[in-house]
């Protein structure tokens, strides 16, 4: 019997690496077709890691084979197991891949996006984003450049919380991207300055304490917060 599907069925994923490596494609395929059907999540896991596997389920998917279709109906079914496959497709940057895979969920195109952000493909983005607010939030606590200004240019509006969020997670670049385009600056710049300095972000609260115009007692204030 084959050696690849018994290991694949035993759901042992040290068993499965073993057997699995240098396996033809003919196997490899069957035996991700096997851990899916059975439910094993880290099996799964580490075969979607695999160029091989994505690769597959692009192809089969996109010519609605008859393996792509299960694959995609049994991914549909995991939640965890589908967002490992499109996590992987963001990473590769495979837009028809990320676009066939979260028309079975869109749930899980809210729990990626994050990590597309990361990525900083836009029209992987655009296609996992259901509202531009959301989607900022995200952008910001990730970090990319690239996504923010994508969304300002789109005509997102900028809001307190999407400041506080680069803020927050020390993206000093962001936060003066996000800046000039605040609804209300005041209350943006002092909420802001307390998560920089709550958070250790020294670099995002010396610039927004450069160019605010606080009361007198602002310091001690801040002081207060952190210690709280």
């Known amino acids: 019997m084959n050696r690849v599907l018994n290991a694949c069925r035993s759901g042992i994923l040290d068993t499965i690496k073993e057997e699995v490596d240098g396996s033809s494609d003919g196997d ?12 094993f999540d880290d099996a799964v896991a580490w075969f ?5 596997v994505t690769r597959y389920i692009a192809h089969s998917g996109v010519d609605n084979a008859r393996n792509g279709k299960v694959i995609l109906a049994i ?28 028309e079975k969920n869109r749930r899980v195109a809210q729990l990626c996006i994050l990590g597309a952000c990361k990525t900083g493909n836009t029209a992987i983005v655009d296609i996992l984003a259901d509202d531009m607010q959301s989607t900022m939030q995200y952008a910001c606590e990730a970090g990319n450049e690239v996504i923010v200004k994508h969304l300002i ?6 809001h307190d919380s999407h400041f506080i969020r680069a803020c927050e997670h020390g993206h000093l670049a962001i936060a003066k991207m996000l800046h000039p385009h605040l609804l209300d600056y005041v209350i943006s710049e002092y909420s802001g300055l307390k998560i920089a300095v709550k958070n250790k972000h020294e670099d995002i609260a010396r ?22």
Do not use: Q
């Open 153 to 158: 240019d789109s005509g997102c509006e900028v």
């Open 75 to 102: 991914l549909a079914k995991h939640e965890n197991l589908l967002k490992y496959a499109v996590d992987r497709a963001c990473v590769l940057g495979d837009e028809e891949l990320v676009r066939t895979l979260c």
């Open 48 to 52: 979607v890691e695999s160029p091989r």
């Open 28 to 39: 490899f395929h069957e035996g991700f077709l096997t851990v899916c059907s059975r439910g």
């Open 207 to 228: 610039w927004l304490y450069s160019i605010g115009e606080y009361p007198y007692d602002t310091f001690f204030d801040i002081c207060m917060y952190v210690l709280k």
